[in-house]
């Protein structure tokens, strides 16, 4: 094998071509195996191998800076920068991220997870490389997704002003998740079509050499207006305009054509976009074929690419969403669904199929999704945004200034609360609680299963003002009741779940379960314990907190969010102008970033899962503990 040559990217430069090749067949393989193991992003990486090595190849990390936007895609180089044998684990609690990791490695040079922040970082470490003379190149590689974020563009627009040596290398394989959007994935389509032309002139000349009889006069008078006549004849315009040398469009499968670009790219000054055309699942028919499906996936059987089958589990939160959308869209003409480039990940292909015309994907552009939707609403629309509430940290202005402001009846679906899993501290959502009890104004709910999420919509559906609801990746409860069964929804109303008198416990959304399945084994000790679902983060239930104060019995907060500024916090200041004197634990994530590993690892790490609670409690509830909180 001739990967197991490699233990840096050195280790490349002497390869021929046909060693390439077989080099990229032997990294395919072991992405595939251990994806389909591991889980992960996989259609992304099959399809950049190539155009990864021959960036290895010409450029000379660390010295020459690379970065990967998103970072999805970063496993053939975590591969060639001596994490070889640690791939096997990647994503694993204990392993490798599956993301670049500045801690990891000195060939990762920034961390990532959100995507379209590389041309910025490029733009930072080519200054400090100015103003500390130092010499070497700083890539960007970025996706033809990861460019519809605004983000992106302002660096563009930055490093056209800035003129310093950024090479950005656009990795354009007409994918974001789904097919990707918006004006500029169309105007990369089209260059898409035409060969490479690397000056005005060349493209010139072969348009017009299409022309019968007279085309080369043409061609000589043409150009000499080439000043004027520029921006219909130069390839890669727009990011000329931006102060770009554009080369492209090149074949990212042909190592010479590839290398040969981004050499030319190298050893040019100034800014430099080399637009480079891949093919997402490249390699592997059935992520090819479906490669949305592919873009981040469980384990899955190699020979037919089928999911490895888990036992049947209840529906997730995401799709009881998405079929209780499209339910209120039937009844509600006015309701119009908005998604950030996660149509499948937030749930929402069905509302698409059958809403087209109500069904909005704007692309990677949080921000953009949020105004946006601020804007239908003070037209009469009903807009519901569902974003990833890691996501929705990028949109973290607008819908203070855009929608809570105003008071706009947006409702906002934050979809994967809590701890993630595999994908790490970039895209745990363990912060909206602390971010949206800020405002003025919002309505804040957290359902503790699959039927309240349903209740909550339709009350989200009907309120003036803004609304946000967060909850988490997975399955739901399984829960045999339904929506009949259960109190109405009304605001800033908590509901007592289970009663008792020695401690009351504060469970928030989704960890109302795993609590009341603690307190009932609390109980077989002695422990009689009272379980309260909040269901309102804002408005808060302070008529129901001071009746529990009243009690004077120790209380517990349990969330899935960060204890600084979360739900416990906003239970201790309220308890505290009560004179709440019986004691108070906060039960949530600490004041760290939480790593990766799966979300039951990680729940039992932190203590949230069933046994961890009851342990806490228990512990917690020793009589020398209360005496010392409440002292
Ligand atoms: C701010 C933000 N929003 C959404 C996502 C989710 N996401 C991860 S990769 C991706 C698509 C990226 O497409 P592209 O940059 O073209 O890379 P490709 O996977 O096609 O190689 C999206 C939407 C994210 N990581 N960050």
Redesign the pocket.
Same mark, same amino acid.
């Not at 997870?113 to 379209?116: A, E, I, M, V």
């Given at each position: 094998m001739i990967l197991d040559r490699i233990r840096e990217p050195a280790d490349l430069e002497f390869l021929s071509y046909e060693e390439l090749q077989q080099l990229s067949s032997e990294i395919r393989e072991m992405i595939i195996s251990v994806v389909s193991r591991n889980g992960g992003?996989l259609? *992304?990486n099959l399809?950049?191998v190539e155009l990864t090595l021959a960036v290895h190849r010409i450029f000379r990390s660390p010295k020459d800076h690379i970065l990967w936007?998103?970072g999805?895609?970063c496993y053939t180089h975590k591969i060639v920068t001596g994490r070889r044998e640690q791939f096997a684990g990647i994503r694993t609690f204990g392993g490798i991220s599956g993301f670049p990791k500045i801690c990891e490695s000195r060939h990762d040079m920034f961390n990532t997870?959100?995507?379209?922040t590389s041309i910025s970082a490029a733009q930072g470490l080519a200054i400090s490389n100015q103003l500390l003379h130092r010499d070497g190149k700083v890539v960007a590689v970025?996706?033809?997704?990861?460019?519809t974020?605004g983000m992106a563009f302002e660096a563009l627009n930055f490093t056209g002003h800035e003129k310093n040596d950024v090479v950005v290398i656009l990795?354009d394989?007409e994918? *974001?998740?789904s097919p990707?959007v918006g004006a500029v994935s169309m105007y990369l389509h089209r260059l898409r079509l035409e060969p490479a032309y690397t000056t005005p002139k060349d493209y010139l000349a072969h348009v017009l050499k299409q022309i019968p009889g007279f085309g080369s006069r043409l061609y000589n008078v043409i150009s000499r207006l080439e000043g004027s006549l520029k921006y219909l004849l130069t390839p890669g315009m727009l990011f000329e305009e931006f102060g770009f040398k554009y080369f492209g469009p090149v074949d990212g499968y042909d190592f010479e054509t590839l290398e040969r670009a981004l050499i030319r790219a190298r050893d040019r000054k100034g800014p430099v976009l080399v637009h480079v055309l891949t093919e997402?699942g490249r390699g592997y028919k059935p992520a090819q074929e479906f490669c949305h499906k592919f873009?981040g996936t469980g384990p899955f059987e190699i020979s037919t690419g089928k999911a490895k089958s888990s036992s049947k589990s209840p529906p997730s939160y995401t799709d009881v969403f998405g079929n209780v959308l499209c339910k209120l869209a039937s009844q509600n003409e006015d309701i119009v669904a908005i998604t950030?480039?996660?149509k499948e990940?937030t749930g929402l292909n069905r509302f698409a199929l059958d809403f087209p015309a109500r069904f909005f994907d704007v692309g990677?552009a949080?921000q953009h999704a949020i105004t946006m939707a601020a804007g239908m609403a003070r037209g009469g629309l009903r807009p519901f945004v569902a974003i990833?509430s890691s996501?929705m940290q990028?949109a973290y202005d607008q819908v203070i200034h855009d929608v809570s402001l105003m008071q706009l009846p947006v409702v906002m679906c934050l979809d994967r609360a809590g701890l993630v899993g595999e994908d790490g501290p970039t895209h745990h959502g363990v912060f909206d609680v602390s971010f949206l009890r800020c405002i003025p104004d919002i309505q804040v709910m957290a359902p503790r299963d699959e039927i309240e999420l349903e209740q909550m919509l339709a009350f989200a559906s009907v309120q003036n003002g803004p609304v946000a609801l967060r909850y988490p990746r997975g399955a739901g409860a399984g829960c045999e009741d339904s929506v009949a069964d259960r109190q109405p929804i009304i605001s800033g109303r908590a509901e007592i779940v289970k009663e008792g008198k020695d401690v009351a416990i504060w469970a928030l959304g989704h960890m109302l379960h795993p609590t009341l399945e603690a307190a009932e084994e609390l109980e077989r000790q002695g422990i009689s314990v009272c379980v309260i679902n909040p269901r309102f983060i804002k408005p808060f239930d302070l008529d129901m907190l001071t009746a529990v104060v009243n009690r004077r019995i120790p209380m517990i907060t349990i969330e899935e969010n960060a204890l600084p500024g979360g739900f416990g916090s906003l239970v201790a200041e309220h308890a505290i102008e009560m004179g709440h004197s019986a004691g108070m634990l906060r039960i949530g994530i600490p004041d760290s970033f939480i790593q990766h590993g799966s979300q039951s690892e990680l729940r039992r790490l932190l203590k949230i899962d069933v046994d961890g609670i009851k342990e806490r409690i228990a512990e917690w509830l020793q009589p020398s503990v209360i005496k010392k909180v409440a002292c």
């Open positions: 992003h259609a *992304s399809g950049i936007d998103v999805h895609q997870g959100h995507s379209s970025i996706g033809d997704g990861a460019l974020a990795n394989n994918m *974001s998740i990707n997402k873009h950030a480039a996660m990940g990677i949080e990833y996501f990028r």
